[in-house]
């Protein structure tokens, strides 16, 4: 089996995925820059161009709100937050919007939107940068945060999710960048 370290594996996934479906697309801050998303978007700029891969100014709830206005237009968007912690300035489209559209309409109507929150990337990020708040999306009716443990994991549960018409949480954390996700994968059981 070949060995793939997470950056690369999530940079396969959605290659593959805006390759084979032109609906797909990455929108958010720092998409561009290796600091804020490590080496998981490398060449997707210079392949699929500005129109597929946003980097968008520092707004958290426009970034999102038009991720999920863009979602229920019929698009598959990868929305990325490069610091977790400041997603709940996003909380209206994600809760309010994203997460209820399903129930208010019937069930009949989704959004199927990617939410990628990376928590700290690595040193220097302090309180405010590096906060694992998995619990508090997990709580929340109509999300689905899946957790993935390996890098193989993380490429198959990115293929998956931007198959699929639901709205997905991905929680990423540390330097190393591992993925994080909930429902496909539960919370360790304590004993």
């Not at 937050?81 to 300035?89: A, I, K, N, S």
């Not at 945060?145 to 540390?174: Q, W």
Request: aromatic share 8%.
């Amino acid at each position: 089996m070949r060995q793939l370290s997470y950056a690369l594996a999530i940079n396969e996934a959605l290659r593959q995925m805006m390759e084979t479906d032109a609906s797909v697309f990455l929108i958010g801050q720092g998409v561009k820059s290796p600091w804020y998303v490590g080496n998981t978007a490398n060449g997707l700029l210079e392949r699929f161009g500005p129109e597929r891969v946003i980097d968008t100014p520092v707004s958290e709830n426009a970034m999102t709100g038009a991720g999920v206005g863009a979602a229920i237009a019929g698009m598959r968007p990868v929305v990325v937050h490069p610091r977790m912690d400041f997603m709940m300035y996003a909380m209206d489209p994600i809760i309010n919007q994203a997460a209820n559209w399903y129930y208010m309409n019937g069930g009949k109507v989704s959004v199927p939107v990617v939410i990628w929150g990376i928590i700290n990337r690595g040193g220097e990020q302090a309180a405010q940068h590096s906060q694992a708040i998995h619990s508090l999306f997990a709580h929340i009716p109509g999300l689905k945060v899946v957790m993935p443990s390996t890098p193989y994991d993380a490429k198959g549960l990115i293929l998956r999710l931007l198959r699929i018409p639901i709205l997905s949480f991905l929680l990423m954390t540390d330097g190393c960048m591992v993925m994080k996700m909930l429902c496909l994968r539960k919370f360790m059981m304590w004993k």
